[in-house]
């Protein structure tokens, strides 16, 4: 393999983790720009929503796609259930809101792992063979999974742009008291933003869990990530999330193939350390 | 009047309860059960569950006249040395254990050792590196075959049988893996095959396919597992299948065939060389898989049976040495056995030539290929070689 294709592999590898660290991203960002909370939970969201695709596919034989969607309406009814019973009291008090959502995510980790057990369990492979860009490679299922993300992206967008629903949301995660002056009812904002947030990063677990596999512990790492990407990004800002996850994913793949995945993580460190001592509101995000 | 009463029934309490006396024998099982290393805790941990539960279905074990009724005591050292400190100075100073199943990892029973040498406390370990044993380190044992025994002969028999010259490999970026890539260089240098490819990553990463791209680069004929964790084994195989590498791919040590199998579906693991302990024909082994799938309601992992051996062997130590207190007779009486007749069958300790004493357990091994995600076994091994 010659280097400009060695490159070539490194950037479109990058590109597609990049697509799957904006899925987490996003939910995370939605999350903390609608209630002000860093939801230390989100991991377990994603790793319940592989659970629940992995439960579709598998015991009930239903297709992959409609077994993400039903991923997706699922989690956000326990998101909008989950923040109603528990997190209510803690909308914009970030210390106490970080606490209780802790909290939520050691029940949930240690409630599937009392449900399903430790051992990691995989499910097959959404499509099989390689797609040839030139003499560049990509497994078909990660340009399966990549579509899907980019869909439900598109879509995510497309209801935050256009939608009267939509635009309340935002206009929360602008100013709520404005928002509330122009007759917007919070109470069914926040409970919506949550379940959003938790939507996608379950939709991001179901997707993830044909190209991984699926156990009590996967969330840990894409939660990491969708972390770095939301500072890097700005809190709250879903194009610089979008940007950061690009930039992430490429720098971690480019930087894993030619030096080492050590080296790529010191240098997404370094990233994020020289970004917050410039620009400490992240590259879109406001300045609080 | 008024003391007869208490002091009559302090005597009934004191008399009726004399002949039945049973103390508890606590054994810490200090192993990974979480994260990717917990199929392995997982399985070590029922292992010392299983022989407990044997020996205390008999009235409790049998020592010097005492009954003991055995007790498993299991922490979660998550696979990280210093939690592995922590669990161990819980186990050794709060529940003082004087015997711990575990650890899983070689950083973690290095960083124990400390501990556990100085306070006597008897170790059966599943760290791979060559460190864990040694004349300095007299409490601690080895009930599994490791890299160090089991490379040579198999690396020359798949070799040998399957044509294979350059081999890429991905270890994980800790004492064990270093370790591994340090014996299969040797192993696979010394029966003309090359070693081509080294990726080193961290423990917790689930992408490998920058990684494996880069192996590719390197135009190898089979990619290497051995080191990793049952489920990250099968995520290599996985995604190395999806990248479209068709060559053989080699798991020289550690038996994690069902994990590997579980996340990377069958048709990805078909053909795939293995490593395992157990012949799961064997009449020992398979009553103690099905024993196991009883209770557990899920199948074994291939490390499981080493150390319900393990266990069965301190047991008899102790029954030996007259005493559960007394480490150091009990770790002489130990070093004693023969021929024990286990779940893997007969086995013994072995070990002076390479560590300075006997403490590594001696056991056939196999080579298997996997066949519509189950072992076939295709040769039988020794140290000496495999047929």
């Known amino acids: 393999m010659d280097l400009s294709l060695l490159i070539g592999q490194a950037v479109v590898n990058g590109l597609v983790v990049g697509l799957l660290y904006l899925l987490m991203a996003v939910g995370f960002t939605l999350v903390f720009g609608v209630m002000r909370i860093v939801n230390f939970a989100h991991a377990e969201f994603y790793m319940l929503g592989a659970f629940v695709t992995f439960i579709c596919v598998t015991r009930f034989e239903l297709p992959f796609l409609p077994s993400v969607a039903l991923t997706l309406v699922i989690a956000v009814l326990v998101g909008w259930v989950i923040e109603w019973a528990v997190l209510k009291p803690f909308r914009h008090d970030e210390l106490n809101g970080m606490i209780a959502t802790i909290g939520l995510a050691m029940i949930l980790q240690n409630g599937a792992l009392m449900l399903f057990g430790p051992d990691p369990q995989s499910m097959p492979s959404v499509a099989t063979g390689v797609l040839r860009l030139g003499d560049l490679l990509v497994p078909n299922s990660r340009v399966y999974v990549v579509l899907c993300s980019a869909a439900v992206l598109l879509a995510m967008w497309l209801f935050l742009r256009y939608s009267r629903t939509g635009r309340a949301l935002r206009a929360v995660v602008q100013d709520i008291e404005i928002a509330q002056i122009q007759g917007i009812k919070a109470r069914l904002i926040y409970p919506l933003g949550f379940g959003l947030g938790v939507g996608l990063a379950a939709v991001a677990g179901g997707l993830m869990a044909p190209l991984f596999s699926v156990s009590p512990f996967i969330g840990a790492g894409p939660m990491l990530k969708a972390f770095i990407v939301v500072i890097l990004g700005g809190l709250g800002s879903i194009p610089g999330a979008a940007l950061a996850s690009l930039l992430l994913g490429i720098t971690e793949s480019v930087a894993g193939t030619f030096l080492s995945t050590s080296t790529a993580d010191i240098l997404i460190f370094a990233l994020v350390i020289g970004m917050l001592v410039v620009r400490p509101s992240g590259l879109l995000g406001r300045p609080e | ?387």
Request: charged share 20%.
């Open chain 2, 1 to 387: 009047m008024t003391l007869l009463k208490p002091l009559a029934l302090a005597a009934l309490i004191a008399f009726s309860s004399a002949p039945f006396a049973q103390e508890t024998l606590k054994i810490g099982a200090l192993v990974t059960l979480s994260g990717a290393g917990a199929a392995w805790g997982t399985g070590m941990q029922h292992a010392a569950e299983l022989a407990a539960d044997d020996v205390n279905a008999k009235g409790g074990l049998d020592v010097g006249g005492k009954k003991y009724k055995v007790q498993v005591i299991a922490y979660d050292d998550k696979y990280q040395a210093n939690e592995a400190v922590t669990v161990a100075n819980r186990l050794v100073y709060d529940d003082k254990v004087k015997y711990i199943i575990g650890p899983v990892g070689s950083a973690p029973v290095l960083a124990i050792q400390p501990i556990t040498e100085k306070n006597q406390v008897v170790v059966m370990t599943l760290g791979f590196t060559a460190k864990a044993l040694g004349t300095d380190k007299l409490y601690t044992f080895r009930p599994n075959v490791t890299t160090a025994e089991v490379a040579g002969p198999q690396i020359e028999w798949v070799v040998k049988t399957r044509n294979v010259k350059r081999v890429g490999a991905l270890f994980p970026n800790d004492e064990t893996g270093q370790q591994i890539a340090k014996d299969l260089t040797t192993a696979y240098g010394k029966v003309g095959a090359d070693l081509a490819a080294k990726e080193f990553f961290e423990r917790d990463r689930v992408d490998f396919v920058p990684l494996i791209t880069r192996i590719l680069a390197a135009k190898v004929d089979a990619i290497e597992l051995d080191g990793n964790s049952p489920s990250t084994a099968g995520l290599i195989t996985k995604q190395a299948r999806e990248l479209g590498f068709t060559g053989t791919i080699i798991r020289t040590g550690g038996p994690a065939t069902q994990d590997i199998v579980n996340v990377a579906g069958k048709q990805a693991t078909e053909g795939l060389l293995v490593h395992t302990p157990i012949d799961p024909k064997l009449p020992s082994t398979a009553a103690y898989a099905q024993a196991y799938a009883a209770k557990y309601k899920r199948a074994m992992n291939g490390f499981s049976p080493a150390f319900y051996d393990g266990t069965h062997l301190l047991f008899e130590a102790m029954r030996k040495a007259g005493t559960v207190s007394d480490t150091a007779k009990v770790v002489a009486e130990l070093e004693k056995i023969k021929g024990h007749k286990g779940a893997l069958g007969e086995s013994s300790w072995t070990g002076k030539a390479a560590y300075g004493v006997d403490h590594q357990l001696d056991a056939p091994f196999y080579v298997a290929e996997v066949k519509d995600g189950q072992e076939v076994i295709r040769a039988r091994c020794t140290a000496s070689g495999c047929k």
